[in-house]
């Protein structure tokens, strides 16, 4: 599905429910089928990722009904069976990272597959610890698909080189079924919504700074209520900042602190973002913003920020063309293993709407302020956030632009059209 997408006249405004967190979906389904008894997940991800997650956790015998299609209903028997043909992890790295590590520690042997991209990104970084502690995995040059030979694990004590929660979490989760105490130790804090969940379902799990631990333990069946996607509400946080005149609300935004780099780039930036209430639900932090447009001045964005930002980077590197000076996104070097070369991608399409900005080998260099020409199409390379960034860029571009592919949108927000719909029709 191509999508047209012109100059809009008169600002966002209005509120909106911002849908549920895809990484806390994807847990919320998994720590559910590994622990014994039932539990209700309210507000689930229905998205093409999440519904990966949950067919294959089906596949491994777990009761998993649809209530709704926000709401699912496990029973669990607290053990996974085997299942003989492939697993498919669809488009969804988390969840072939994350499955490995539960996979890696059982009592059968299983295959992860996923599709065309998925099949290109690295899986070095989880196969090279889980083998550490004694998981057989044979891969495709470090890539999928994945064969995983069942064995008994062991403990093991993991300087992590990149500060990634898939990694962290992978590792993590072989650790619930392997003898001792696993820690893991990042550079920086990557998102801890695993930490988080773990400990809420009664994980033996102890953290202490970029310092993880968890001993085997048994996981306690709870229900879960997920909270709003961050990442998700990140492209209506920045088309409400740079459409003229818009002035919006964004309702239950998950604000974990390992995930709100982008509301403090965009108060350096000198953005109008204002939390309005703040919540605690199933362990996490959630609250409303209100966002208005803006006058932007550029900041430098790198290290410890990235983790706390990554999924937010291409929309970023938008916002970054409405402000005044220079920004400079480094650090960056994983946006390369993302469901596309996110930096690659970002800077060839950006420049085919007329969009000065150049490529460094871990992020970006941007101008602003800059005005937008529009007027060509451009490509998503079935990448969900560079489709949406793009369709925002086109809001803000002097002649209409036309977003090829829109459908990869499903991936992570299949509402996006509906949500900026209302927004625009006040
Ligand atoms: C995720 C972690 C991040 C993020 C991805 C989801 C997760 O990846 O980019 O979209 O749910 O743990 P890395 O941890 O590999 O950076």
Redesign the pocket.
């Known amino acids: 599905m191509d999508i047209a997408v012109s100059m809009l006249k008169k600002g966002l405004t209005g509120e909106i429910i911002i849908p549920a967190d ?3 979906s ?2 919320a389904v998994m720590f559910s089928s590994l622990a014994k008894g039932k539990s209700v997940i309210n507000n689930f991800l229905y998205a093409a990722d999440c519904r990966s997650t949950a067919s294959l956790f089906k596949n491994l015998g777990v009761d998993i009904e649809f209530i709704n299609e926000n709401t699912i209903k496990v029973n669990s028997k607290g053990t996974l069976s085997p299942y003989l043909p492939p697993l498919d992890c669809g488009n969804s ?2 969840t072939m ?2 499955v490995s590590g539960i996979l890696a520690g059982q009592q059968f042997n299983s295959t992860l597959i996923g599709d065309e991209s998925l099949s290109k990104r690295p899986m070095k ?1 989880v196969i090279i610890p889980l083998s550490m502690m004694g998981a057989k995995i044979e891969s495709n040059e470090g890539k999928a698909p994945l064969k995983i030979h069942g064995t008994p694990l062991h403990s093991i004590e993991y300087n992590s080189p ?8 992978s590792i993590l989760l072989a650790g619930l079924f392997a003898d001792g105490v696993t820690t893991v130790i990042e550079p920086y804090k ?2 801890n ?2 930490e988080i969940m773990l400990e809420y379902m009664g994980a033996d799990i102890f953290v202490e700074g970029n310092k993880v631990s968890i001993q085997k333990s048994e996981l306690a069946a709870r229900d879960i209520f997920v909270a709003g996607d961050i ?1 998700s509400a990140a492209f209506f946080i920045v088309a409400a900042l740079i459409v003229p005149n818009s002035d919006i609300i964004i309702r239950n935004v998950g604000l974990n602190k390992t995930r709100t780099g982008i509301i403090d780039v965009v108060k350096r930036m000198g953005g109008k973002l204002e939390i309005l209430d703040e919540r605690i639900v199933s362990g996490e932090k959630i609250g409303d913003l209100r966002v208005r447009y803006s006058d932007l001045k550029s900041c430098n964005i790198n290290g410890a920020d990235i ?1 706390r930002l ?2 937010e980077l291409p929309v970023i590197a938008l916002l970054a063309t409405q402000a005044d000076g220079e920004t400079r996104i480094t650090d960056a070097g ?1 946006l390369r ?3 596309a070369d996110r930096i690659s991608a970002v800077v060839n399409e950006f420049r085919k709407l007329g969009i000065d900005i150049d490529e460094l080998p871990d992020g970006f260099i941007i101008n602003g302020k800059q005005k937008i020409a529009g007027g060509s199409d451009v490509d998503v390379y079935h990448d969900h956030r560079l489709a949406m960034t793009l369709y925002i860029a086109g809001l803000i571009s002097q002649k209409e632009i036309l977003v090829k592919e829109f459908q990869w949108v499903n991936i992570s927000m299949p509402e996006f059209l509906t949500l900026m719909d209302s927004l625009k029709s006040l």
């Not at 990149?162 to 979490?169: E, H, L, R, T």
């Open positions: 895809k990484s806390i994807h847990r790295g988390t990272r994350l970084r990149i500060a990634s929660a898939q990694v962290k979490s990557s998102r919504h695993t990442s983790p990554i999924d994983d293993n993302k469901e």
